[in-house]
């Protein structure tokens, strides 16, 4: 209890001794690389999801407010959208069949959103090296279309904790962060069809650990251009099991573990006001 009421009055004390303030808002282009697995229980592949970066594309974008504190130190409230859409090559097998993994190769639809709001200290150092300390609140989303007949779509919350540490140089920067999401409240939904109402399962888990390499240029007081590769670890574990109806006959539907190693690359700007 002590340590908080320290850090808060750490906090507030930076605040109203704060030098100046800014605003400022990055839009980008994104490429987005899936590697998505199912396993069943004996971790064999169930099916699978690859594309390369032309097929997943979409934006960023994301608007900062910026609060000098003592000593150069800054801190940064943040608000990100992020949508990407495009095509996947889908392996697997159909419901049922008794061919397995690979008998069945087709083209799913996908739409991700992921959005967040985070807060984020950044510690200034006199040879250009800064480290930053961030934690958020964050909301993602899949919609994975199968065939029109059969949609998922993948939804949780997050609680996001990051580091990372840059170094700059005149008017170049380049660093390194690590990001961990731990999903909230973890769905699966497969949408209604003409037997079955909206299906929602639990799943036990949805996390992410993320790697960012950005590089920055600023080109003047009011814009900068950047340069990021983001590699990316997801997990899901195994849901429970809800009711379902198959070509009339009752069953039990479930989303198995799967993992997720997707890699994004962003080309944008920071326009400062």
């Known amino acids: 209890m002590k ?12 605040v109203l001794s704060a030098k100046e303030s800014g605003f400022s808002l990055s839009a980008a282009l994104v490429g987005m690389s899936m590697d998505y697995r199912e396993y069943d229980d004996s971790d064999y592949i169930l099916d699978s999801e690859e594309s390369n970066f032309g097929e997943m594309t979409g934006g960023d974008f994301t608007f900062v407010y910026t609060e000098a504190l003592v000593s ?3 801190m940064e409230l943040s608000a990100n959208l992020g949508l990407i859409a495009g095509e996947t090559e889908y392996v697997g097998s159909y419901i049922d069949s008794e061919l397995g993994y690979g008998s069945v190769v087709e083209r799913t639809k996908n739409i991700i959103f992921d959005s967040s709001v985070e807060y984020e200290f950044n510690q200034v150092f006199e040879n250009g090296v800064e480290l930053s300390y961030g934690i958020g609140l964050g909301y993602r989303s899949w919609r994975r279309e199968l065939s029109p007949s059969q949609i998922e779509v993948y939804t949780w919350y997050s609680l996001r904790q990051k580091t990372a540490i840059s170094y700059s140089l005149k008017n170049f920067s380049f660093g390194a962060g690590f990001e961990y999401q ?12 003409y037997e079955n109402p909206d299906t929602t399962v639990n799943l036990r888990s949805a996390n992410i650990v993320e790697l960012t390499l950005p590089m920055y240029v600023t ?20 849901s429970n ?9 009752p069953t039990r539907v479930y989303e198995p573990r799967s993992t997720a190693y997707n890699q994004y690359t962003k ?5 400062k006001f």
């Open 241 to 249: 099991m809800a009711p379902y109806v198959f070509n009339g006959m």
């Open 72 to 74: 150069d130190n800054y």
């Open 182 to 193: 731990h999903g909230v409240n973890p769905t699966m939904t497969i949408l209604a069809d």
């Open 3 to 14: 340590f908080f009421l320290v850090f808060i009055l750490f906090f507030l004390s930076g």
């Open 267 to 271: 080309f944008g700007a920071v326009f």
């Open 219 to 238: 080109l003047n007081e009011k814009l900068e251009l950047f340069v990021e590769y983001i590699y990316q670890h997801q997990t899901i574990e195994k």
